[in-house]
């Protein structure tokens, strides 16, 4: 499974994005499909992530209420969308898949990566 991410850009406090994560592979859309990132200095963290299907969603609690996230399996997409954004979102934005629906917060048990988009907010 190849992943790319794109939608990463600049904006300023309180602003809003869409990325994307366009996933292939013979058995892309099988797998489920989370948002991690890092901030320069910082461990990297998780985000979201949506079951394969769509049907469950999990935020970090950080991110609940402003984050989104979505998938597009006749696109083998999938778009997180983040509003109300703050100085501290800024991060590189990484999305990853993953088969299994158990260790959905740990990086380590992610299988494949895209290479990253980067967030900017300036307050």
């Known amino acids: 499974v190849q992943l790319q991410a794109s939608g990463g850009g600049s904006v300023q406090a309180g602003g809003y994005l869409r990325l994307s994560c366009v996933a292939s592979g013979r058995t892309s859309r099988s797998y489920n499909m989370g948002w991690f990132r890092q901030a320069p200095g910082k461990e990297r963290e998780f985000v979201a992530v949506i079951m394969w299907n769509g049907g469950i969603a999990y935020y970090a609690d950080s991110m609940k209420g402003r984050f989104t996230l979505s998938r597009d399996n006749a696109k083998n997409t999938v778009y997180l969308q983040m509003s109300s954004l703050k100085p501290e979102d800024t991060a590189v934005y990484y999305c990853?898949?993953?088969?299994?629906?158990?260790?959905?917060?740990?990086?380590?048990?992610?299988?494949?990566w895209g290479q990253g988009t980067l967030v900017t907010v300036s307050s």
């Open positions: 990853a898949a993953k088969s299994t629906w158990n260790g959905l917060r740990d990086s380590r048990d992610y299988e494949y």
